[in-house]
């Protein structure tokens, strides 16, 4: 209890704060109980799981159906993964009989007995508890359900695990494509329902918008429902089908190639047109008279570009369509499309006005490709200047080849953005703006599911994390609705103190392991191990990434 808790003149007058509120109907069933854990306030029958499939009563208690997830350097072979809380009791007084899973490797008679802890990995540096199935700290006032102390290096550490319950929170997807999905602004579609908008594109890539607050509750309750659900399939890793109005049919799933269209994508661009003549002219030097690589922003053309003029290459009296920016760089020289340099064209010819035949000449060499290298031609000038397709000689085509070499594969990301609100802070400490301060003076690592998260500069703790390096089924949903996600504080126990953290409910980390939360009410009552992904920097080795 701080001073900013206390009743000033009223000694004793405390309030009794009770961890499951009174039922609000007097009419409820015996045999149910209300789910304090989001503002829906499910009545559940025993044997049966809330709205959320995320809690459910087993003998009159609430419980967190999935087991709380625990991440080691290390999980060996043959090793149990999933251990219920042997020294936890039930509300109504009987021990958990939670029953253990198979272990990894298949080792059926070492999953019929529980795995003792081992007592020498009681160090920060070791075990990291993620708040991946802790449950969480709604309504507010109550302390998050695991603050764990350890050490790390000597240094006396705590890590302040939950689950936050997010209604400002959108995911950022980032589309390696040089396809035309949509104009910026429009409308996506999910299952008919607008989940969110397309974004500026960046180099190389299509950026989406899905989710947010406006969708989640400023909506009819089937667009808040359908963009609920499209963010939880897309924060677990599943496919989403997505529909852009006046763009592409996509399927998007996070570390996979994007479909545009029912084709699935397979390069992103080495560069714009222009960036790709300056890359390769060297290469191109002697081989050809011109190149023009088309692209839907910007078109390059070689023997105008500063590339083809260091060069001392004779200009080849091509006229391209569309708006000249610099030398040797052109915009707007077709509709945005899913054809040739992510352009609406099929004949890269048509992009040509024609040629100065005061410079042009019969035999000239026309190398045309996209900037993926994924459509490329040869052309010869005839009599007439008249570009005919020829078979592309060996040396040019193998620039072509270092071309698409030189192009990454295509991939969607999908990253989470949330602002760690009133529950999240709240859960953390009763003055939730030292919090805050604490994180923007670097003396807090936020990490969701031991996944690093940048903590954007400004306002607030406002959180990006990839998906892709967070645990399986990280993210839930409520149905108010909003996204359940996993949000963990560490920091130096001196510095928790001083930010007016709940000590009194700091626990070391060998009673969480045996016990689990600090709380009955909706607690999990199984911990399971995965190993940290190497990617991953340990939490309690790192600062925090801030902005």
Same mark, same amino acid.
């Given at each position: ?297 910007? #078109?390059?053309?070689?023997? &105008? $570009?500063? *590339?083809?003029?260091? +060069? =001392?290459?004779? !200009?080849?009296? /091509? ?49 045309? #490709?996209?900037?993926?290298? &994924? $459509?490329? *031609?040869?052309?010869? +000038? =005839?009599?007439? !200047?008249?570009? /005919? ?159």
């Amino acid at each position: 209890m701080t001073e900013h808790t206390k009743t000033d003149g009223l000694p004793g007058m405390e309030p009794q704060v009770l961890e499951r509120a009174k039922p609000r109907s007097e009419r409820m069933a015996g045999d149910k109980i209300e789910c304090n854990a989001c503002p829906v306030l499910c009545q559940i029958t025993v044997g049966r799981s809330g709205a959320c499939d995320r809690y459910a009563n087993v003998d009159g208690t609430l419980v967190r159906v999935d087991p709380v997830i625990l991440l080691r350097k290390a999980v060996d072979g043959g090793e149990q993964v999933l251990v219920p809380f042997a020294g936890r009791t039930l509300a109504n007084g009987t021990e958990n009989l939670a029953t253990a899973a198979e272990p990894v490797g298949g080792n059926a008679s070492a999953a019929s007995a529980p795995v003792a802890w081992n007592g020498d990995l009681l160090h920060a540096d070791d075990v990291f508890v993620t708040g991946v199935g802790s449950s969480t700290t709604y309504p507010d006032y109550k302390p998050a359900p695991f603050i764990v102390s350890s050490q790390s290096d000597g240094v006396d550490m705590v890590t302040v695990v939950t689950e936050g319950i997010f209604s400002y929170c959108s995911f950022k997807v980032k589309i390696d494509t040089d396809r035309y999905l949509g104009p910026e602004q429009a409308n996506i579609r999910y299952k008919g329902e607008v989940v969110g908008h397309v974004t500026t594109a960046e180099y190389g890539s299509q950026m989406l918008s899905l989710g947010g607050v406006h969708h989640l509750t400023g909506g009819s309750k089937k667009e808040g429902r359908l963009t609920a659900e499209i963010m939880q399939l897309l924060g677990n890793k599943q496919a989403a089908e997505v529909m852009i109005d006046g763009g592409s049919q996509i399927v998007i799933q996070a570390g996979r190639a994007p479909i545009v269209n029912g084709i699935e994508e397979q390069r992103m661009r080495v560069g714009c047109g222009s960036a790709t003549i300056g890359i390769f002219a060297k290469q191109l030097f002697g081989k050809v008279d011109e190149v023009i690589v088309v692209d839907d922003h910007i #078109t390059g053309v070689l023997t &105008e $570009h500063q *590339a083809g003029r260091c +060069l =001392d290459m004779p !200009l080849s009296g /091509v006229k391209i369509r569309g708006r000249k920016s610099t030398p040797g760089r052109y915009f707007q020289v077709a509709n945005p499309g899913t054809g040739w340099g992510g352009t609406d064209i099929s004949d890269p010819l048509s992009i040509l006005e024609g040629w100065d035949a005061s410079i042009a000449r019969p035999g000239m060499r026309l190398l045309m #490709t996209s900037t993926t290298g &994924e $459509h490329a *031609a040869w052309f010869i +000038l =005839d009599e007439n !200047l008249t570009p /005919v397709e020829m078979p592309m000689p060996p040396e040019v085509h193998s620039v072509v080849e270092r071309i698409g070499e030189n192009c990454e594969p295509s991939l969607t990301t999908v990253l989470f953005l949330g602002g760690a609100g009133g529950s999240l802070r709240a859960g953390v400490t009763e003055n939730p703006v030292l919090l805050t301060r604490a994180i923007k003076n670097a003396l807090v690592n936020v990490t969701c599911g031991g996944a690093p998260a940048y903590v954007w500069p400004g306002g607030g703790i406002t959180v990006m994390t990839d998906v892709t390096r967070m645990p399986d089924n990280s993210f839930g949903t409520v149905p108010t609705p909003a996204i359940v996600a996993p949000i963990e504080f560490t920091m130096r126990l001196a510095d928790y103190q001083a930010l007016g953290g709940h000590m009194e409910y700091v626990r070391p980390l060998s009673s969480v392991l045996q016990s689990g939360a600090w709380h009955n009410e909706g607690a999990p009552q199984q911990r399971k191990w995965l190993q940290q992904p190497d990617v991953n920097a340990w939490p309690s080795a790192v600062g925090p990434m801030l902005g």
